[in-house]
């Protein structure tokens, strides 16, 4: 049985946690800030996973999935590794899932209705160009005939000594790419991913950019769980990658 001096010092100690863990008004102005007008159009997913699982509790408004159980399925082997990115669903024998239709019509309207009606589509002049792509060594190649980009997205082959289906660059070549004659001003989004994370803030910093934020990505399968398998190259699978923001000049 804890001592009187020993429930006045947690009493203290949970009145501090209170203290610091309360929303100062700043805080609480910044959350109202960035919150989405007329509520949320985002749907959860449910934690319960199944809908049948979580109609056990209670009523849920949440999205739930549905087991595909076909002929050949075999329930006691459990979930499939890859769920709804795996290659042989037609002859899987685990467990793969689907979305379990819309459980809020309200929701499903709010949504419909913040998109761009029809007649702002037509009147929205902005011309695309199409996607292009070339076939060449970017070790070789003169970046300069490509002309000047307001925005870079680099995902480059990094040398992160595994077992990949393409070739890689080393970390010098990765240091002499032409990046700089691409950009006088403007933004670079560079994915990296494990040991590549310092060696692409040094490269950011080569091709003289200034580092100004650093985008995080938790990977998540179908059922909104971590990722632990997949085909990425890997022995240990990565739950997250980073992706590096540089600026040049003023954009």
Not at 126 to 154: H, N
Not at 171 to 193: A, H, K, N, S, Y
Request: glycine share 8%; charged share 25%.
């Amino acid at each position: 049985m804890p001592s009187i001096r020993e429930k006045e010092i947690k009493k203290v100690s949970e009145e501090i946690m209170e203290l610091l863990t309360k929303q100062t008004v700043k805080e609480k102005s910044l959350c109202e800030k960035f919150r989405s007008k007329g509520g949320t159009h985002v749907m959860e997913f449910c934690p319960h996973g199944t809908r049948s699982d979580c109609m056990e509790g209670h009523v849920c408004k949440k999205l739930h999935f549905k087991k595909i159980i076909q002929m050949h399925t075999d329930e006691t082997l459990g979930d499939c590794s890859f769920l709804n990115t795996c290659f042989h669903m037609d002859t899987c024998k685990y467990v793969h899932y689907a979305v379990d239709g819309v459980t809020s019509k309200v929701n499903l309207v709010n949504a419909l209705n913040s998109f761009p009606s029809k007649k702002e589509l037509i009147n929205d002049k902005s011309e695309l160009l199409p996607c292009q792509w070339i076939q060449c060594d970017l070790r070789y190649m003169d970046f300069t005939f490509l002309g000047k980009f307001a925005v870079i997205m680099a995902d480059p082959p990094w040398d992160i000594h595994m077992e990949l289906p393409y070739g890689t660059l080393s970390d010098d070549e990765m240091r002499r790419l032409g990046i700089p004659q691409l950009q006088d001003e403007g933004l670079i989004f560079l994915w990296v991913t494990g040991r590549a994370m310092e060696l692409g803030r040094e490269c950011l910093k080569l091709w003289g950019y200034e580092r100004v934020d650093e985008i995080i990505w938790v990977k998540t399968n179908q059922l909104q769980r971590i990722i632990r398998t997949g085909r990425t190259g890997h022995w240990l699978n990565h739950g997250k990658e980073h992706c590096l923001v540089g600026k040049k000049g003023n954009p």
